[in-house]
């Protein structure tokens, strides 16, 4: 395996069903000593707010792999319930809360970073972002740093 492999992931969604593919994808590659730069941007940015990564939902309207009809997915209490379900079930496979393994990822040696522009446009400065964030950074900036990588967009 080559030392020099590069993987940058692109987390643009702010679900929790979208939190952890970016999150379980940087720690393999951590594993396997490939070098990774996650870039949160859009709605993603709800995976590193201080404010929300604890209290992140399962949307079930608009999402066919939910295997409900989607008329259920707009009841009240239909969004809560599918969110309980889903931390059920990762907790049964051990997967730890989005904050507890944006920790490990970053102590892994993984590289985390908010959009610039994302972050502008939601008000958001480094202090309203969870600690492991390295840095806010422009599309082209991230790009520069992704040089090589293999570019994965969630």
């Not at 987390?11 to 590659?29: C, F, I, Q, R």
């Not at 399962?58 to 319930?81: I, Y």
């Not at 964030?133 to 570019?151: S, Y």
């Given at each position: 395996?080559?030392e020099?492999?590069?993987?940058?992931?692109?987390?643009?969604?702010?679900?929790?069903d979208?939190?952890?593919p970016?999150?379980v994808?940087?720690?393999?590659?951590r594993?396997?000593g490939i070098?990774?730069k996650?870039?949160f941007?859009?709605?993603?940015m709800?995976?590193?707010n201080?404010k929300?990564?604890d209290?992140?939902?399962v949307?079930?309207?608009?999402?066919?792999a939910?295997?409900?009809p989607?008329?259920a997915?707009?009841l009240?209490?239909?969004t809560d319930?599918?969110?309980t379900?889903m931390?059920?079930?990762?907790?049964?496979?051990?997967?730890?809360p989005?904050?507890e393994?944006?920790e490990?990822?970053?102590?892994a040696?993984?590289?985390?970073?908010?959009c610039?522009m994302?972050?502008?446009?939601?008000?958001?400065?480094?202090?309203?972002?969870?600690?492991?964030?390295?840095d806010?950074?422009g599309?082209?900036?991230?790009?520069?740093?992704?040089?090589?990588?293999?570019?994965?967009?969630?």
């Amino acid at each position: 395996m080559s030392e020099d492999r590069k993987m940058a992931i692109i987390v643009s969604k702010g679900t929790l069903d979208m939190a952890y593919p970016g999150l379980v994808l940087a720690n393999a590659a951590r594993m396997l000593g490939i070098e990774v730069k996650l870039f949160f941007t859009f709605w993603g940015m709800d995976v590193i707010n201080k404010k929300t990564v604890d209290h992140l939902k399962v949307a079930p309207v608009g999402n066919p792999a939910m295997h409900m009809p989607q008329l259920a997915g707009v009841l009240p209490g239909a969004t809560d319930l599918a969110t309980t379900m889903m931390k059920k079930q990762m907790e049964k496979l051990d997967f730890p809360p989005v904050r507890e393994f944006l920790e490990m990822v970053h102590d892994a040696g993984a590289e985390i970073y908010a959009c610039r522009m994302a972050a502008d446009m939601m008000g958001l400065t480094k202090e309203d972002l969870v600690p492991q964030v390295d840095d806010i950074v422009g599309a082209m900036e991230f790009l520069e740093m992704a040089e090589g990588a293999q570019i994965i967009f969630i």
